[in-house]
């Protein structure tokens, strides 16, 4: 007798190394095994692989039983027998036939698709299992079958990478993710020369990730590649129920031949409250946790009392993920397609813009909570919160300006946007805040709250200060003491805030005296009208730095030392973090750069600790020049290194250009002082500005050290070391900066035959010394090959040299390598 019934499978089989060899392992032990998850993830191919490769264990075969056509669940036990084989003629019943077939029988039987017919199957199997000892069922259904011995193992989608991986940089590691493997070779299976390359990765892995590694949907977006390009696919994938539709005349099962009925098959199955439910929850974006849920998707037939009932009923049939590993709550999501289809739903209920507002309610409530928290000592907490509700708040913003909603709705966009402004700040996300203001304040009239109004423009001045938009910042200044002055004269606390913002405004243009003379007057304001010390706090620490941009040392340490102490009694590590910078450029100013150094270094752990990378990049910046002023190079260049490399994760261009005044001031240090006008020359181009900074410590920095190059230059050298900064582009100079090589102690050699080298050709012997050839060489310093050579040949002319493996020598022999 044929010992197995399994078919033959036309594709290959891609990835689940880790769920083969889990179960190859359970089902040494285990009777009942549960395979669950999602519609399209996968279940039955992965059965069917496990049951081949274990097929050797089971004397009497490995058998696949189809239950999908099944509606009957009489019909069971003699579906189970007909797929065995078996073609009983006698009037004994089906299931005692079955009984005693599998009594003395090593065999593995796989129930394929129980969820239709759960009660059923989970009686048959609880029966048989107690009669044959050595009977093994491996079941595949999106809800287990909950019988006593049963080992549940849940799959979703195949691996992914993560969203942070650098497509452009390692192509060939993309493959080894499971879903862009499958989505490859079903491609290549209908154009045999498509092939996962550079140019069309990131599209590859955006289609992956969007559709959750689904198996199924991986297949049938693959299936288009013959009518659409890569590109076409991904855009859309929106529309992704149409576009996911089997080509194929045969091989797929009916309720496998789109996307949607594959859904379909499971969302019929549930209860009306279960459907109601899981179209709810398709408003959150990102997932959800069960105190938000309560509070968005009751009423309407949904009672307090039986949300976690149902919730655990959808978690338990495949349609939410839970997640409780390493966290204090359980956070709950649904996959992507099972949100695009549960939102369709929705809206065909007539229920998408009650949920979206009690939603944009819900997280309004939230982050005015959260807001106040961001200057307390458990902000850390509440950073981390709302970062896990990130996407949440941007759906609740995004809702806000839809389809030109009420004037309602934008006060609350706004709300939630000033709640915002510290928490996108810490964590880097400026502009995305100064998206939403623009486009907030762009649809604001009378209607709304005029304090609201208020305080978007002042903080809207913050960001654009930030950003370094310095023109735009002090209009929003201007704007926002006028309309304060005019609207709400009477409402003191809200001209004292405009009048902050207006001081930021002049601070942003370098007009500092005003910023000075407005902020000692908001700085009285406060101590006069606020019992909230945050706000005092600010205004301290903002006059701190603008009197240090005065020259104002001992007005600057003393509001300083005062924010100090406000911040350290609220326990606000990003208060105290960026006092303590402030204190640290104090110092640098008065040239005390130990006590710098020990100030930038306790703010560096703070941010390191909050997440804030945008500051942190800065304070590395500052922490570098009083490692240079100490005379530790290499040190001073890895922090320019590392504050560059935030920089450029965050494409802030400002922050690019001031890291290059730091690499040109080891240069500089160095001895290389070509190298270092060409880096100031570049930076001062690539910025559009005389002054590369308006920041007095970072000016005095490049006065010093361009000063210091330019008295060691020709005046011809100068200029051309400056003409070759000024056509560099910011991608040429940073990649140029990055490589140079810097060293603590370069001893200059007191020789007369030195004295007649110029600059260019001492860095040209210097770099002959370390080994380089002459291409190596004109790559380093941007030149050509042939001026490379010349430079060589005056330097062999001067030192009466006749090779270059005597120039390598000297080099080294007087230390320069």
Not at 408 to 416: C, D
Request: net charge negative.
């Amino acid at each position: 007798m044929i010992q197995s019934n399994l078919p033959i499978q036309l594709t290959s089989f891609i990835g689940r190394e880790k769920e083969i060899a889990d179960l190859k392992y359970l089902l040494f032990d285990a009777h009942m095994i549960t395979l669950t998850g999602p519609g399209g993830s996968g279940k039955t191919r992965l059965s069917i692989q496990i049951a081949n490769e274990v097929r050797d264990l089971y004397k009497d075969g490995v058998w696949l039983v189809d239950l999908a056509p099944i509606s009957d669940p009489e019909l069971i036990p003699q579906v189970i027998l007909l797929s065995l084989g078996l073609h009983p003629t006698s009037e004994q019943p089906s299931l005692e036939i079955l009984s005693n077939f599998v009594r003395s029988k090593k065999i593995l039987i796989i129930l394929d698709n129980c969820e239709h017919l759960l009660e059923s199957c989970a009686q048959l199997c609880q029966e048989l299992l107690c009669q044959a000892p050595e009977l093994c069922v491996l079941a595949t259904s999106r809800e287990s079958l909950a019988i006593t011995g049963e080992i549940i193992y849940s799959i979703s989608g195949l691996t992914l990478p993560n969203s942070d991986v650098e497509m452009g940089k390692d192509i060939h590691s993309l493959i080894q993710y499971d879903a862009i493997q499958l989505f490859v070779e079903r491609a290549q299976a209908i154009i045999p020369d498509f092939n996962l390359n550079t140019e069309n990765a990131k599209t590859i892995t955006d289609i992956c990730t969007r559709l959750d590694g689904l198996p199924l949907a991986l297949e049938l977006a693959s299936a288009r590649i013959n009518v659409f390009t890569i590109q076409e696919i991904a855009s859309r994938i929106n529309d992704r129920f149409s576009l996911l539709i089997s080509t194929h005349r045969r091989g797929l099962k009916s309720r496998h031949s789109t996307l949607r009925t594959t859904i379909d098959w499971s969302y019929t199955l549930l209860s009306f409250n279960e459907q109601t439910l899981l179209n709810r929850l398709a408003v959150f974006s990102g997932g959800w946790t069960f105190d938000v849920c309560e509070q968005v998707c009751l009423g309407n037939g949904i009672k307090k009392e039986n949300i976690l009932e149902l919730l655990t009923s959808l978690v338990d049939k495949s349609f939410i993920i839970v997640e409780t590993s390493g966290r204090t709550k359980a956070r709950y999501r649904l996959l992507e397609t099972i949100r695009e289809y549960a939102i369709e739903k929705l809206v065909e209920g007539g229920e998408s813009a009650l949920l979206c507002d009690r939603h944009l309610d819900t997280f309004l409530a939230r982050a005015e909570e959260a807001s106040p928290k961001l200057g307390e000592s458990y902000q850390q907490l509440w950073l981390n919160w709302l970062e896990g509700e990130r996407d949440n708040l941007r759906a609740a913003l995004s809702w806000s300006l839809q389809n030109e909603r009420s004037s309602q709705h934008i006060e609350k966009g706004l709300r939630i946007a000033i709640a915002l402004v510290r928490f996108w700040e810490i964590r880097g996300s400026v502009q995305e805040a100064m998206t939403w203001f623009e486009r907030l304040l762009s649809q604001t009239d009378e209607r709304i709250s005029s304090v609201v109004r208020v305080n978007a423009i002042v903080f809207t001045s913050f960001l654009a200060m930030f950003l370094g938009n310095q023109q735009e910042s002090f209009d929003y200044g201007k704007k926002a003491v006028k309309l304060a002055e005019e609207i709400i004269p009477e409402n003191k606390p809200a001209l004292t805030f405009a009048l902050a913002g207006f001081a930021s405004g002049a601070k942003a243009i370098g007009d500092y005296l005003t910023s000075f003379k407005v902020g000692e007057r908001v700085v009285k304001m406060l101590r006069e009208t606020t019992e909230n010390k945050f706000y005092l706090g600010m205004g301290l620490l903002g006059q701190g730095e603008i009197a240090i941009q005065l020259g104002y040392y001992d007005v600057a340490r003393e509001r300083l030392d005062e924010c100090l102490e406000l911040a350290l009694n609220d326990g606000d590590a990003f208060r105290i973090a960026h006092t303590l910078n402030l204190l640290g450029d104090l110092s640098r100013c008065e040239q005390s750069y130990a006590e710098a150094q020990n100030s930038y270094e306790k703010s560096a752990v703070l941010l390191r600790e909050l997440g804030a990378q945008h500051d942190l990049a800065s304070i590395l910046f500052n922490l570098g020049f009083t490692y240079l002023h100490q005379d530790e190079i290499e040190q001073a260049q890895t922090l320019f290194k590392e504050s560059m490399t935030i920089h450029l994760s965050q494409q802030n261009k400002p922050g690019m250009i001031e890291c290059l005044i730091g690499f040109a001031a080891c240069a500089v240090k160095s001895g290389l002082y070509g190298t270092g006008v060409r880096l100031f020359a570049a930076s001062t181009e690539i910025s559009g500005q005389n002054d590369i900074s308006r920041w007095m410590t970072t000016q005095k920095e490049v006065e010093k050290y361009f000063g210091v190059a330019q008295s060691n230059l020709s005046k011809k050298e100068l200029q051309e070391e400056q003409l070759s900064g000024r056509i560099m582009s910011l991608e040429q100079a940073i990649a140029w900066a990055m490589k140079l090589q810097f060293k603590s102690s370069i001893e200059v050699p007191d020789v007369n035959e030195l004295e007649s080298l110029t600059t260019r050709e001492f860095e040209v012997a210097l770099l002959i010394g370390r080994g380089m050839s002459n291409l190596e060489i004109a790559a380093d310093l941007i030149l050509s090959k042939r001026t490379i050579e010349t430079h060589v040949s005056h330097i062999l002319s001067k030192l009466g040299f006749s090779n270059r493996a005597q120039i390598m020598r000297w080099a080294i022999d007087h230390k320069l390598k």
